[in-house]
């Protein structure tokens, strides 16, 4: 009995993983490694966009806030397809003056003289043909 | 120490995209003229005071998309694909009175120093003060807003539109409108005052 108990002992001593089992259980732990790396990183990263977040709306950069909404509380849908209408076709208007000055311009002051320019070089031209 | 730079990259790109978040109020885009921030509307008063942020342009839009007494719908064009791309509309017309003119042109300067210096001057009428400035986006190839500045001593009408005007229907637009193409500003708060916006109470 003691004989057997030491042979098996021995048998037990002598007897090694087998490779492919280290190598798993290499690559699992590799693989749980590269897991955990995530997870400080997630903490980091939450932390971080909570504070850029907390910061905007927290602590917004100017003590003068726009009021977005504060002359259309309550509006009428009607009114405001007016103000839409009339907003956007004054500055089509606003546009169209724009254009408008621009031709004028082109007619009155800068077509004379391209004019006057071209009738002289003609005249030049005729004179010493 | 890998571990370490593995976690501040990790950090990093998570908190980038929540960040960029954060800068898409309507405020903090490039093409929000800050009109609130250099009027003070205590000091000076204005006569038209239109405010539609994008939610307000939608409600008008499901309620009035090619319906009855949509003026949009009576001159062939779609509201709805006229303000598909805007963000907001802001226009204020304010006539100057003793008390408010020197502010008004204190304003005036600070909203011009600001169009002169970031933004495209597109039309330039000198001898009305008009002045059109645009904007266009990060890629360069679509307008990402437009800013109005009319001055004329302390008058002022300011308008502001942030995002994507179609600007070849916005003149058609103006053009079945009618009319002389003059900034004559009774006329501009008469026709607002016609349709119930303009406060003419508040006028000097």
Redesign the interface.
């Known amino acids: 009995m003691d004989q057997d108990l030491e042979r098996l002992l021995e048998e037990k001593r002598q007897q090694r993983c087998p490779v492919e089992v280290i190598r798993r259980v290499n690559r699992e732990r590799s693989l749980s490694r590269r897991h955990g790396?995530?997870r400080?990183?997630?903490v980091?990263?939450?932390?971080?966009?909570l504070l850029?977040?907390g910061?905007?709306?927290l602590w917004p950069p100017?003590s003068?806030h726009?009021?977005?909404?504060?002359?259309?509380v309550d509006?009428e849908?009607?009114?405001?397809?007016?103000?839409?209408?009339?907003?956007?076709?004054?500055?089509?208007?606003?546009?169209?003056?724009?254009?408008?000055?621009?031709r004028r311009i082109i007619a009155n002051e800068a077509l004379p003289p391209l004019k006057r320019g071209f009738e002289e070089t003609k005249e030049t031209i005729r004179r010493n043909l | 120490m890998k571990?370490l730079k593995?976690?501040?990259?990790?950090?990093?790109?998570?908190?980038a995209p929540?960040?960029a978040?954060?800068?898409t109020?309507?405020?903090d885009d490039p093409a929000y003229l800050?009109?609130?921030?250099v009027i003070d509307l205590q000091i000076a008063k204005p006569q038209v005071?239109?405010?539609?942020?994008k939610f307000?342009?939608n409600?008008?839009v499901s309620?009035?998309d090619g319906g009855d007494?949509?003026?949009?719908a009576q001159v062939g064009m779609n509201?709805s694909d006229?303000?598909k791309d805007i963000k907001?509309?802001r226009?204020m017309v304010i006539e100057s009175s003793d008390e408010s003119r020197s502010h008004l042109e204190k304003a005036i300067a600070t909203l011009r120093k600001d169009l002169e210096r970031s933004w495209l001057p597109?039309?330039?009428?000198p001898?009305?003060n008009?002045g059109?400035y645009a904007l266009s986006d990060s890629s360069g190839e679509q307008m990402a807003g437009?800013a109005?500045l009319?001055a004329d001593g302390g008058d002022i009408?300011v308008?502001n539109?942030v995002g994507n005007?179609p600007?070849g229907k916005?003149?058609?637009?103006?053009?079945s409108?009618g009319g002389e193409?003059?900034?004559d500003f009774e006329e501009?708060i008469g026709?607002?005052a016609g349709?119930?916006?303009s406060d003419k109470k508040e006028k000097k």
């Open positions: 790396a995530w400080p990183g997630i980091l990263g939450s932390a971080a966009a850029v977040w910061a905007s709306h100017s003068h726009p009021q977005l909404v504060k002359e259309n509006p849908p009607e009114v405001l397809l007016q103000e839409t209408y009339l907003s956007l076709s004054f500055i089509g208007k606003a546009l169209l003056k724009g254009s408008e000055s621009g | 571990k593995i976690t501040v990259v990790l950090a990093l790109i998570l908190a929540l960040g978040l954060a800068q109020k309507l405020t800050k009109i609130d921030e005071n239109v405010n539609l942020p307000l342009l409600n008008v309620e009035f007494g949509d003026p949009f509201i006229l303000i907001l509309i226009v597109i039309v330039n009428v001898e009305d008009v059109i437009l109005l009319v009408v308008g539109v005007l600007i916005i003149l058609k637009l103006a053009a409108m193409n003059q900034f501009i026709k607002f349709a119930g916006i």
